[in-house]
């Protein structure tokens, strides 16, 4: 080989190694909700951070937000595998100390190569209906991911069961000699969340912006981060208390200067990249909620805004302020659809929001010029859910009357359902008084049905509801069905209306479909998947999780539905599984054509399950035949009333 080809060659070696080295670790973005297998190459870091520091082992921070159950020093040191003293230091606070729901824990952990990619170790036992995409994105916050549990636990069984422990890889790095060289001692794993950038992560840890688009991989024109993702901080010093506190200080001063020229120099740099990152930061809010306001108030949305208010709906809801422009336009734009109370009406109603007007929670029975109205009490921004209850006009969807804005917040004032939630009537079969007969229930199924399928194919845009459940399906005076509670309700888009989610779920366990929970993946056959559920409860009288036994427990419901029913004795399954309260008084031929539509809308296939018009059309059929089941002498036609 030639002089000048050695040359090339160990020059490119150089520079590859350079670029190693100074780049740190590439942002993980998107990847971890992708379904396809990981990319294992150091180019990547689903699986964990590269092992590429100065040391193969270094202390290292994690950020944790405190939620049910991990909210006390003790809990989280135990889940995270930390040492509870020096949590409850760098914390500033005693080792009984119990932190508020949300608050920004700092973790030190021991940061150690394993392999390719660096790791803190913990490990979690396995609960009931968990998954890797749970536990990574719930439990942990996105400290881990999915392919990363699946990776370090790949010895074991393809399912995940009860009680298994798994080891966790938790994401956190050691500096490279390129940052050590700069005084950067310890890299901090920051967990992302709505309204966070990389300038007002950077100011909020007094470090420079370009440290940490640099430690990330990241440039200034690709500075985009995703909530539930971490992002590395480079500092100098250890983190402290008053760095976690919200809204975060002005930045601080910048460092004693070291050297004359280039000190000034870096003086200048840290504070142009301060002022560059604060105004791109207040030109995006800007730019955001010019999008939010136009999306959520104005008739005329392009696809590009109905995708955005999608991505943006789980954002933590923000107080509103009464003499803000903002509260001016959102009450302007209520008031063209909606009746707007005074707070002393709805006093008045509600016997001053008394312990005797409550139904549940901050839910009251109140009454207004002699018709009877729930009004439910909610505080933070909730104008979304006001702005599509206020286009939404069916019958079988509940009304919402009007609002009330009072102190900081909001009341919503719905019609009434005098019989209350379906979960009253169907779980309660003990209670000789509510006990619902077999051709209410497909009624009561039917009109839910009808009310799904308005939102999915009727409202503009078309919405998912999320949190299809009985608590959540009303029942009026003559025992049809409203469908209630939109607070969860997404926007769909595309051919199945599929979209990975952000990476936080939310909804009822034993409701949600397999996709979600294991992907984040949204669409109309989440609301069918749950509907499937719904039903099975409305005619066995039980809660989805005591219909399996022991061995079923991590199948799939569509496989408990296919052993349960697969062998000769199908009637004797039927009987095992009806609500004891209907015995003897349901058409069986009738309940087996539902129970094999149940098993088609949970069917672990999304594409296997029947669109919510399909079941309406269904539906309709078996309550025209439980109509003639019931009344055989009388000539019932074959039309069905919505």
Request: proline share 5%.
């Amino acid at each position: 080989m030639s002089s000048l080809n050695l040359i090339s060659v160990s020059s490119f070696f150089i520079l590859c190694s350079s670029f190693l080295i100074h780049a740190q670790q590439p942002y993980v973005g998107k990847a971890t909700t992708s379904s396809n297998k990981p990319d294992t190459s150091n180019s990547n870091s689903i699986l964990g951070y590269s092992c590429n520091g100065l040391k193969r082992s270094c202390q290292a921070y994690l950020i944790f937000r405190s939620q049910p159950p991990y909210t006390s020093v003790s809990s989280i040191a135990a889940l995270l595998s930390a040492d509870p003293s020096q949590l409850s230091q760098i914390n500033s606070v005693s080792e009984t100390e119990t932190f508020e729901t949300n608050k920004q824990v700092i973790v030190p952990v021991n940061c150690s190569c394993s392999g390719p990619y660096y790791q803190a170790n913990t490990s979690f036992v396995v609960q009931h209906g968990d998954t890797y995409f749970l536990i990574a994105n719930n439990t942990f916050q996105g400290l881990s991911t999915k392919q990363a549990l699946k990776s370090q636990n790949s010895n074991l069984t393809r399912n995940i069961y009860t009680g298994t422990r798994l080891h966790i890889p938790l994401r956190c790095a050691c500096p490279t000699k390129n940052q050590t060289d700069v005084g950067i001692k310890y890299l901090l794993s920051y967990l992302i969340t709505w309204g966070d950038y990389v300038s007002t992560v950077s100011a909020r840890f007094g470090v420079d912006t370009g440290r940490t688009l640099e430690a990330n991989k990241l440039t200034e024109q690709d500075s985009t981060i995703y909530p539930f993702t971490t992002l590395v901080v480079p500092l100098q010093d250890p983190p402290s208390s008053s760095q976690t506190m919200v809204p975060p200080p002005a930045p601080p001063s910048p460092a004693p200067p070291t050297s004359g020229n280039s000190s000034k120099k870096s003086k200048k740099k840290t504070w142009l990249y301060i002022l560059v990152g604060t105004l791109a930061g207040g030109a995006i809010l800007l730019f955001i909620s010019t999008i939010i306001f136009f999306a959520c108030f104005h008739k005329g949305k392009n696809n590009a805004v109905t995708n955005f208010v999608s991505e943006t709906s789980e954002a933590n809801k923000k107080p509103v302020v009464k003499d803000s422009p903002e509260f001016s336009e959102i009450l302007s734009s209520i008031t063209q659809s909606l009746k707007v109370y005074s707070f002393k009406e709805l006093q008045e109603a509600t016997d001053n929001f008394s312990p005797g007007s409550c139904i549940k929670g901050s839910v009251y029975r109140g009454t207004i010029k002699g018709d009877l109205a729930a009004i439910k009490k909610m505080n933070g921004d909730v104008t979304k859910e006001i702005e599509l209850l206020s286009k939404i006009n069916n019958i079988f969807v509940i009304r919402l009357m009007g609002v009330c804005f009072n102190d900081g917040d909001w009341y919503l004032v719905y019609e009434y359902a005098v019989n209350g939630p379906l979960s009253d009537w169907i779980y309660n079969t003990d209670n000789a008084g509510k006990v619902l007969n077999w051709t209410q229930r497909m009624q009561i199924a039917l009109d839910a049905a009808v009310g799904i399928n308005y939102l999915h194919c009727f409202t503009m845009p078309p919405l998912i509801h999320q949190d299809i459940r009985s608590g959540n399906v009303l029942l009026d005076s003559d025992f049809r069905a409203k469908i209630a509670n939109l607070g969860m309700a997404r926007i769909a888009r595309g051919e199945e209306g599929q979209f990975a989610l952000t990476r936080h779920i939310v909804g009822t366990r034993g409701h949600m479909a397999p996709e979600y929970l294991e992907n984040g993946l949204v669409s109309a056959k989440l609301d069918v998947y749950a509907f499937g559920v719904l039903m099975l409860e409305m005619i066995t009288g039980k809660q989805v999780a005591a219909l399996y036994t022991e061995p079923e427990v991590n199948m799939n419901l569509s496989d408990v539905l296919c052993a349960r029913f697969s062998g000769e004795n199908v009637e004797d399954s039927l009987i095992q599984f009806m609500d004891s309260s209907m015995e003897g008084k349901y058409p069986s031929e009738i309940a087996m054509s539902l129970i094999r539509l149940i098993h088609r809308c949970v069917d672990r296939n999304p594409a296997g399950r029947p669109r919510m018009d399909e079941i309406v059309g269904f539906l309709a059929r078996i309550y025209n035949d439980s109509l003639r089941w019931e009344l055989p002498n009388d000539n019932l036609g074959n039309e069905t009333i919505f």
